[in-house]
């Protein structure tokens, strides 16, 4: 079946930072890609999505790039503010499907 | 932004009994899900509703489930009976359209806990 892999649990900056949070998936055919942020005591917000080889997905100062080739979809942001302070969560959806399949989210934090 | 609501945040009840989990989705939404986390784990789908039928579910979605939306009201997931296992976070979510370009709109959660 369909997985998605975040390879970290928890990532800890200093303000202005630079972030990368890893994502990788399985999945067959020409799945879409989606970031979620969740902050505390609140559900999941959709991010932004990527439907197809080399197109970037971009939201507050986020980006992402689908590479079919490595089967993955990093987040990055260029200077990281405590507001970013959240969990965030790759996820999928595969071809014909509706279902959101997710990684086990990633636990950002600002150092202070 | 567009707000899905659930009804209770907290549920405590004995294993055995029934429960409902109530979702206010987003109003001119068409497309519903239910979506189960375990403390620690990743969230995962249980079953996707539309236009008064299960479009798709998992595994996860055992016989002791269902989900309705009578008359436009909540959408709701019901356990009968519950497990210890069924002890989780339960996600509710709401989209406009179909496909999987569809942006999924999740409410805060249920927490359950089945002693």
């Known amino acids: 079946g369909d997985s998605v892999t975040q390879t970290e649990g928890q990532v800890a900056l200093s303000e202005e930072d630079f972030l990368t949070i890893h994502c990788n998936y399985s999945?067959?055919?020409?799945?879409?890609l989606f970031w979620y942020v969740q902050y505390p005591g609140e559900g999941p917000q959709f991010l932004f999505r990527a439907s197809r080889d080399k197109e970037k997905g971009s939201s507050r100062g986020f980006e992402a790039t689908y590479n079919k080739e490595a089967t993955s979809f990093h987040l990055q942001k260029a200077s990281v503010q405590e507001s970013d302070s959240a969990v965030y969560y790759c996820?999928?959806?595969?071809?014909?499907?509706?279902?959101?399949?997710f990684g086990k989210g990633t636990k950002f934090s600002l150092i202070p | 932004g567009p707000k899905v609501l659930q009804i209770p945040s907290h549920q405590i009840i004995d294993m055995g009994q029934m429960v409902t989990l109530n979702c206010d989705p987003v109003?001119?939404?068409?497309?519903f899900y239910w979506y189960k986390q375990i403390l620690g784990q990743q969230m995962e789908f249980l079953v996707n509703f539309y236009n008064g039928k299960v479009m798709e579910k998992s595994k996860l979605f055992k016989d002791q489930f269902s989900v309705e939306r009578p008359d436009g009201s909540y959408f709701t997931l019901k356990i009968q009976p519950t497990a210890l296992e069924d002890s989780a976070v339960y996600f509710c979510?709401?989209?406009?359209?179909?496909?999987?370009?569809?942006?999924?709109?999740f409410g805060p959660g249920t927490r359950l806990t089945v002693l």
């Open positions: 109003s001119n939404h068409l497309y």
């Open positions: 996820a999928l959806t595969g071809t014909g499907s509706n279902r959101l399949t």
């Open positions: 999945a067959s055919g020409y799945p879409a």
């Open positions: 979510a709401s989209s406009l359209g179909v496909g999987n370009y569809a942006e999924q709109f």
